[in-house]
């Protein structure tokens, strides 16, 4: 075996302490360490306030049910993304309206948008695919044309630049999930950032059974004060200890950052002339945290994306499929339209291994294996 790892957090010494601290510190959730990780990210992200939940499936859904958007209404959504996005629609009781990729980037298409738009429409959700920022200036153009509400998917894109800006202030609401796979990770979790005081106040009391006080605003108290339930809520909160974890990879986040970029850097330059390969294409507007590296089989090419993935594995290199087109899955085969460039796109990417700890031995493993598995098809 190679022994490359496809994906790997970037945990050290640090994030090893921070959590110890946490433990040791008795104050476990609900504590300085979930206010510490909320200011950090929001001030990453060039947003006024920031609520850590449980994951960003659970913040979505917050975030959904808080806007107001449930039974009757629309959310416009790309098909090719983690089917989270899609359930998540569901669950807030709203219905998915499936829109198409920008071929090159993977991300919703802006200009599909304005055709899927009914009187029943609420929301965009695009997402910024696998750490590449969407279009946000021109679908939030188009959100405040039609009177509606734009989400961002940034589950992925911690760290990401759009025209220079930092993700997180630049839409209704951002959701980032802290992932495993993802730069900036708790194991599970996730981060809602928005410039909404009101919003951001309603998701904390939602996220803790929508009691009228937090557990840090009780404890600091004096004399004491007593906690009401004005609305009903739900328990989606992080743990002190999985924040801790959190602040300590913020810190590192810019050598993240720096490491994977190195990473993309060597395969673009590997297979930027490939014969049968694809590398991403990055817009000159845009700056990926490269969460993942994603590539393409070229046309003629001899070889299938399965049939490519399975001869990496023979040779101790894992991948993963490129990312999912939800509309193909069975909740939503049905009734979903056909999407061409989403169907294809997700027929024929691959994700290479990438993480910060992949040396260049790492990389030329890969692309040594690449190499011997078209030359044996
Ligand atoms: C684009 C996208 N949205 C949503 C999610 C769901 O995140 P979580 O697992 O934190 O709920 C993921 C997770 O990989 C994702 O990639």
């Known amino acids: 075996m190679s022994g490359v790892a496809f994906s790997r957090p970037f945990f050290g010494p640090e994030e090893e302490e921070a959590a110890a601290a946490a433990v040791r510190s008795h104050w476990v959730v609900g504590g300085p360490q979930l206010r510490a990780l909320e200011e950090g990210f929001a001030a990453l992200g060039g947003a006024a306030h920031g609520v850590g939940v449980s994951s960003w499936t659970t913040g979505a859904f917050l975030l959904l049910k808080a806007l107001g958007i449930g ?183 810019p050598q993240a950052l720096a490491l994977r970029q190195a990473v993309a850097e060597r395969y673009s330059a590997a297979l930027s002339a490939h014969r049968w390969l694809e590398p991403p294409h990055v817009p000159a507007h845009v700056t990926p945290n490269w969460q993942s590296y994603q590539v393409r089989l070229r046309a003629g090419a001899r070889l299938t994306r399965n049939g490519l993935m399975d001869a990496l594995h023979a040779q101790g290199i894992p991948t993963r499929r490129g990312v999912m087109a939800s509309h193909l899955e069975a909740p939503y085969r049905a009734t979903a339209p056909a999407l061409p460039q989403t169907e294809r796109a997700a027929a024929e990417c691959l994700l290479l291994p990438m993480h910060p700890g992949l040396d260049d031995a790492g990389v030329a493993a890969v692309l040594t294996a690449i190499d011997r598995a078209f030359a044996g098809a």
């Not at 569901?90 to 198409?100: L, Q, R, S």
């Not at 590449?132 to 009177?147: F, K």
């Not at 951001?200 to 006080?213: F, N």
Request: aromatic share 6%.
């Open 71 to 253: 039974p009757g209404d629309e959310v416009i959504v790309p098909s090719l993304t983690f089917i989270a996005s899609v359930n998540v629609i569901v669950h807030a009781g709203a219905t998915p309206v499936f829109a198409e990729i920008d071929p090159r980037t993977y991300n919703i298409d802006p200009d599909a948008i304005a055709a899927l738009i009914t009187p029943r429409t609420k929301a965009i959700l695009p997402v910024d695919q696998i750490g590449l920022p969407c279009e946000i200036d021109r679908i939030a153009a188009i959100g405040e044309r039609h009177g509606l509400l734009v989400i961002q998917d940034a589950a992925c894109s911690v760290g990401a630049r759009f025209r220079g800006r930092p993700i997180g202030g630049l839409a209704v609401a951002s959701v980032f999930s802290l992932h495993a796979r993802k730069l900036v990770t708790t194991g599970e979790g996730g981060m809602i950032l928005t410039n909404d005081a009101d919003l951001a106040a309603r998701l904390r009391r939602q996220r803790h059974q929508g009691m009228s006080l937090s557990d840090f605003e009780r404890h600091g108290a004096a004399p004491t004060v007593f906690e009401s339930y004005p609305e009903i809520g739900y328990n989606f909160r992080i743990t002190d200890v999985q924040a801790a974890i959190g602040v300590a990879q913020l810190q590192r986040l």
